[in-house]
Each structure stands twice: as C-alpha cells, then as structure tokens.
C-alpha cells in the first residue's frame, strides 16, 4: 500500500506543478492582452497618440494606470482561482512576476521620455497589492 501511496505522490507533484505554472501563466497573458487590447482600443478612437509618441498628459497617463491596477487585480484572481492549492500564494507569485517585469521595464524605458516616469514606477508599486487584492477577492469568493 506505501508503494501505491509513493507512486500517487510522484504522479500529483508534476500534474500540480503544471497546474500551478499555468495559472499563474494564464493570469498574467489575461493581464498582458487585456492591457494591450484596451490600449489598441484606445489609440484607434484617437484617445491616446499614436504608438511610439509619447503621451505626458496625467489624465491619459491616470487612465492607462486605472485599467492596468484593475487587470492586475483580475489577473491574480485568475490565478487564484486556477490554483491547484494555496491560491493567495499564486496570485502573489503572479505580483512577483509583475514586480520583476515592471522594475524591469522602468529601468528600460524611463530614459526614453515616453511619458512621465511616475507611470512606470506606478506600475512597480502597484503590482504586489493589486497580486494580494485579486487573491482576497478570491479567498471572499470561497468564503461566501
């Protein structure tokens, strides 16, 4: 009967390590397309400039910052709720992913003068709540 249990346990630990890479995968490409879906939208009805111009105006830039916090939150519920188990620390690795990327992605991008460099450190520090909120939208879901 061990060996059946040792067997069973070798089999779950790749199936829940797959499961838990892809919601945490899934989160963050609904993150990343709704983003870019919602700023394409916004370009072609003239509200943002085109692409590659810059855009410094703080309401444009508040906007853009809005729907980013709010698709992060829905991201990390997403992989909250993909979550084999611990779904609070799988919303938080998908924060983590957006912390890395966004540090990243400021240090690239904030000497390029493409709008005001509060935006993508906004983007920074948003990144580990919006994570914590979309996993405790998820936890009140399954408590209700």
């Given at each position: 009967m061990a060996a059946r249990t040792d067997r069973s346990a070798t089999i779950t630990q790749p199936r829940r390590l797959l499961?838990?890479?892809?919601?945490?995968?899934f989160g963050f490409i609904a993150v990343v397309v709704l983003s870019l879906a919602t700023d394409q939208v916004l370009h072609m009805?003239?509200?943002?400039?085109?692409?590659?111009?810059?855009?410094?105006?703080?309401?444009?830039?508040?906007l853009a910052l809005s729907y980013r916090i709010v698709y992060g939150v829905a991201g990390s519920y997403i992989a909250?709720?993909?979550?084999?188990?611990?779904?609070?620390?799988?919303?938080?690795?998908l924060g983590v992913v957006g912390f890395v990327l966004s540090t990243a992605a400021a240090i690239a991008t904030i000497p390029m003068d493409l709008g005001p460099s509060w935006f993508p450190i906004a983007l920074v520090l948003t990144a580990l709540p919006c994570a914590w909120l979309g996993g405790a939208v998820h936890r009140t879901g399954q408590a209700g």
């Open positions: 499961r838990s890479t892809g919601a945490v995968l009805l003239d509200v943002y400039p085109p692409w590659g111009q810059p855009m410094h105006d703080t309401g444009l830039v508040l909250a709720r993909l979550a084999p188990r611990n779904p609070m620390r799988h919303a938080m690795a």
